[in-house]
């Protein structure tokens, strides 16, 4: 899988055992396969301005260059791709539209190529199904989240901080229905754009947020970007670039530049745009389901880049004023593999023929099957081990049985 930042592929391999919330993964290798910067500038650019015959080709572009990340994270665990079931792609996201006349999604990175180049049968596709069945076909990792970390006395807030934030709400020993999930706001996409627009490309991204330290937050400005549509909305929602890309960057920077807000002062009012998404989200959809007196039980689970970030870090903390924060190391499991892990596990339930979205957060009137299934060329169609739980990746997904590798 790439992300929204479009920065490259993060790759699993994963054994995967047992059901619902007795599922259980070990992570047996993780790449990040990074993309050139002439390739990730050709993703960004079509996005929002390919046209179709720029869209077809990066199509099978990506395909080649996912089947290579699913290759590279094979060998690095040290197996061959006869020992993998199935590799599970997500794709890169081209365009989301939920909120179109007719809601829509596109993610490309041909999952036939990746199933012949690798000789290994590709779930890929995953969003589709939920949106034909009225939801916004994400977001879709809180299935994963909720499989991996519900607790059975304590809630939690499984929070994302990618190109987009999204967070996911698990009540103790909650059941899949009570499951909250939805998009926050940017992540680290505006951030990022700011700083690389300041530094004229020198810096793709504010390391440790050493550079929003140095600045102020304007007030003013940040109180104009918490006025955006998609902060107002309740759920269930979901963004990207269609609401956070390019065109709200050029426009930030004319604000900014009419408030007089430059340099430092403006990555940090950028940095908290972002905390204050994620912290606004918290006070008016989360925080009103946790009971008072369990408010210093509450702890959140910080992934992404983002989580690196400690001025953002603090920032967030300061804004939410309850809950002990973690990150997905604390739990056991990679920051730089949970994406690509929740793919596989996502993955693994379309091998198994069973529902995989959350309704209750994508909008969706009934669970339906995620993914389409394309069978390696020496695999029978009928291939699906159905008695048989998975291995996966962000980039690949491998299924196994509970009994072997």
Known sequence: MSGTSADGIDAVVARITGQ???????????????????????????????????????????????????????????????????IGSHGQTIHHLPNAATPATLQIGEPAIIAERTGITAVADFRVADMAAGGQGAPLVPFADWALFTHDTRPRIVQNIGGIGNLTFLPPRATLDQVIALDTGPGN?????????????????????RWATQGKVSEKLLTQLMSHPFVRRNPPKTTGREEFGEPFVRLLLLQAQRLHVRGADLVATTTAFTAATIADAYHRFIFPKIPRQQHHNLQIVLGGGGAKNATLIRMLRERIGAGEILTHEDLGISNAAKEALAFAILARETLLGRPSNVPAATGARRPVVLGKIIPAAHRSAAFMPLHRPTLQRRGVSKTTDSSNR
């Open 189 to 209: 996409m505006v951030l990022d754009a700011i700083v690389s627009k300041l530094s004229s490309g020198q810096q793709a991204f504010d390391r440790n947020g």
């Open 20 to 86: 619902g919330r007795r599922t259980k993964a070990h992570v047996q290798a993780d790449v990040h396969k990074a993309f050139p910067a002439a390739l990730r500038q050709r993703i960004l650019r079509t996005a929002l301005h390919g046209t179709v015959a720029e869209v077809c080709e990066l199509n099978f572009v990506l395909g080649e260059q996912f089947a290579s990340a699913a290759l590279a994270v094979i060998r690095r665990a040290g197996l061959k791709p006869e020992n993998i079931t199935a």
